[in-house]
């Protein structure tokens, strides 16, 4: 079995992966791991706003 790591932005795409993807893939002995990131936050939004997080501190 192989085993694929996928970074997500949010829940949304967390979902698809988990829902529609790991579901095609698994029959063929292939194990999806979504991995959220950490977005970026903007006062007076949501703090799930999206866009991700800088790579770097600079």
């Known amino acids: 079995m192989r085993q694929i790591h996928i970074l997500v932005e949010g829940q949304t795409e967390e979902r698809l992966v988990l829902r529609v993807f790991q579901r095609e893939l698994a029959d063929r002995g292939v194990w ?3 991995i959220v990131l950490k977005t970026s936050w903007a006062p007076g939004r ?4 999206g866009g991700v997080s800088k790579w770097s501190n600079k």
Do not use: F
């Not at 949501?46 to 706003?49: F, K, S």
């Open 32 to 34: 999806l791991t979504p």
């Open 46 to 49: 949501p703090t799930h706003w």
